[in-house]
């Protein structure tokens, strides 16, 4: 499923589809919860910095699951 979402993310034809993204970045975020994967991390933060508010809030949002925590300075880059 990891996998999955990270290619849903990932995939060109759904950049234009922020519902798609919302949730697979929120369905990351809960999957993957503490783990601090930093392949996740920069996947995440590529949607974060985006110029559509919807995904990148949702990014934003599974970034603080995703690192939830760890306590990791250079995620407050």
């Known amino acids: ?3 999955y979402l990270v290619e849903q993310i ?3 034809q759904n950049n234009q589809n ?3 993204i919302h ?3 929120m369905g990351l975020g809960l999957i993957s ?8 991390y920069e996947e995440l933060k590529n949607v974060l910095f985006t110029n559509q508010a919807t ?3 949702a990014a934003g949002m599974a970034i ?3 690192m939830a925590g760890s306590g990791n300075i250079a995620v407050f880059d």
């Open 1 to 3: 499923m990891l996998e």
């Open 55 to 57: 995904t990148s809030e």
């Open 10 to 12: 990932k995939s060109p």
């Open 33 to 40: 919860l503490g783990s601090e994967d930093l392949h996740i």
């Open 23 to 25: 949730g697979s970045c």
């Open 18 to 20: 922020e519902i798609i």
């Open 64 to 66: 603080g699951l995703l």
